[in-house]
């Protein structure tokens, strides 16, 4: 904007008044490069500082994972000596279990007439105990085997063992009524004897707990939970308390007492164990009287 100037002994002129508003201009713009050049610095002090976290979660992580791993190695390292024991446990129990069950049969056979009706029970008794442990120490043996076992994994049909199995129980009991539903293939990819026995163990058990039911249904299928196959077999039998489901696949635990169902309580530990050795899973849902459901994955 132009202003009149009026001075003595001068013309009038005019004064261009940008000259006061051009400082003020200036002095915004030296304020904006000033503080652009304060904030220059900032960015860096911010990146720099995010490197620095990184870098301490980073150490973080691996000291975490050097940790994990040292975890491991001292879990299989045990799980290793453990099998070993249990091996050699059970193996050097068979000789004395043999002596004692056979020496007990002899004395029966040999001198049984000139013995008291007490002692031939005490001898009875001793023999009976000595089969229940030669039982245990077999089933102790073969869940041992179960991770000394190599493995070769190959793509397999579940339905052709099941089918196989289900065949040869039938003949075994052939007055029982049981309808197997199995589909007509079934692919998996794992170790052909290990799943075999896994599924034989499942199929068995299923067999078992269905022998009150006057018409039984045993069921083998598979679904997808989303990119997992989910395999399960199920049946309609005795069932068993969820409550207890933890114990299920412990060693020698039991759901029903012997003379419900007979057995020695060691099936499902060794179905576990081959399902852990395929980085799988397995878990069960029941309802008693209702039945069973086992549920298995075999990892990727």
């Known amino acids: 904007m132009e202003v009149p100037i009026s001075n003595k002994g001068r013309k009038a002129g005019t004064r261009?008044?940008?000259?006061?508003?051009?400082?003020?201009d200036g002095a915004k713009r030296n304020g904006s490069r000033s503080g652009q050049q304060e904030g220059g610095g900032?960015?860096?002090e911010l990146g720099g500082d995010c490197e620095r976290r990184l870098a301490d979660a980073q150490r973080e992580l691996g000291r975490l994972n050097e940790e994990l791993a040292r975890q491991k190695a001292s879990a299989d390292n045990l799980g290793r000596?453990?099998?070993?024991?249990?091996?050699?446990?059970?193996?050097?129990l068979r000789a004395p279990l043999r002596h004692l069950i056979g020496f007990s049969n002899a004395l029966l056979e040999d001198y049984g007439e000139g013995l008291e009706p007490t002692a031939h029970s005490y001898l009875d008794c001793i023999v009976r105990a000595g089969r229940k442990m030669e039982a245990l120490?077999?089933?102790l043996l073969a869940l041992s085997r179960i991770?000394?076992?190599?493995?070769?994994?190959?793509?397999?049909?579940?339905?052709?063992m099941a089918n196989s199995y289900a065949a040869c129980i039938r003949e075994?009991?052939?007055g029982r009524k049981v309808t197997f539903s199995i589909p007509e293939r079934l692919p998996a990819h794992g170790d052909a004897v290990l799943l075999r026995t896994a599924l034989e163990h499942l199929l068995e058990n299923a067999w078992k707990f269905t022998a009150r039911k006057e018409s039984a249904t045993i069921e083998l299928?598979?679904?997808?939970?989303?990119d997992e196959v989910v395999y399960f077999v199920r049946d309609n039998g005795a069932g068993f308390d969820m409550r207890f489901a933890d114990r299920l696949f412990g060693p020698f635990q039991r759901m029903h007492r012997e003379e419900e169902f007979p057995g020695?309580?060691?099936?499902?530990?060794?179905?576990?164990?081959?399902?852990?050795?395929?980085?799988?899973?397995?878990?069960?849902?029941a309802e008693v009287n209702e039945g069973a459901t086992f549920y298995f994955t075999l990892g990727s």
């Not at 299928?221 to 989303?226: A, Q, W």
């Not at 099936?267 to 899973?281: M, P």
Request: charged share 20%; with cysteine; proline share 3%.
């Open 16 to 24: 261009n008044s940008s000259g006061s508003g051009g400082g003020s």
């Open 42 to 44: 900032q960015p860096e």
């Open 81 to 92: 000596e453990l099998e070993t024991f249990s091996y050699s446990v059970s193996h050097d």
């Open 137 to 139: 120490v077999d089933a």
């Open 147 to 160: 991770g000394r076992q190599d493995m070769t994994l190959l793509n397999l049909d579940l339905s052709q």
């Open 172 to 174: 075994a009991d052939p």
């Open 221 to 226: 299928g598979s679904r997808k939970d989303g």
């Open 264 to 285: 020695m309580g060691i099936g499902l530990a060794i179905v576990q164990r081959i399902i852990n050795r395929h980085c799988g899973r397995i878990w069960a849902e």
